[in-house]
Nanobody, 123 residues
Framework: VQLQASGGGLVQAGGSLRLSCADSRRTSSNNGMGWFRQITGKEREFVAAIDWNGGRTDYSDSVKGRFTISRDRAKNTLYLQMNSLKSEDTAVYYC?????????????????WGQGTQVTVSS
């Protein structure tokens, strides 16, 4: 597994979690990266993305202002800080590495995927 996501868990509504994604083989160190999430039976949806050096970020409207994506290239790790969590944020969260160094938001522009980490927000 090239990307290893962790940090999921059970949290109450209004709480916070920080997800991490370790790029142990440095396969995405010069690429854009992103977070997606998926609810069983639904399409995997875009959450947040960042370009290769962290200079640009983008978010889905549903998480803008509550989530923050960042990366530490020295540690080859991607993060997603999630604040003010809502029950509708409950999903499996996946980190992904893009095909290019740019910030990209479309799922088909990513070719490396982590195994997913479950986030459950109780209301």
């Amino acid at each position: 597994v090239q990307l290893q996501a962790s940090g999921g868990g059970l949290v109450q509504a209004g709480g916070s979690l920080r997800l991490s994604c370790a790029d142990s083989r440095r396969t995405s160190s010069n690429n854009g990266m992103g977070w997606f999430r998926q609810i069983t039976g639904k399409e995997r949806e875009f959450v947040a993305a960042i370009d290769w050096n962290g200079g640009r970020t983008d978010y889905s409207d549903s998480v803008k202002g509550r989530f923050t994506i960042s990366r530490d290239r020295a540690k080859n790790t991607l993060y997603l800080q999630m604040n003010s969590l809502k029950s509708e944020d409950t999903a499996v969260y996946y980190c992904a590495g893009a095909r290019s160094s740019f910030l990209v938001t479309s799922r088909n522009q990513y070719n490396k995927w982590g195994q997913g980490t479950q986030v459950t927000v109780s209301s």
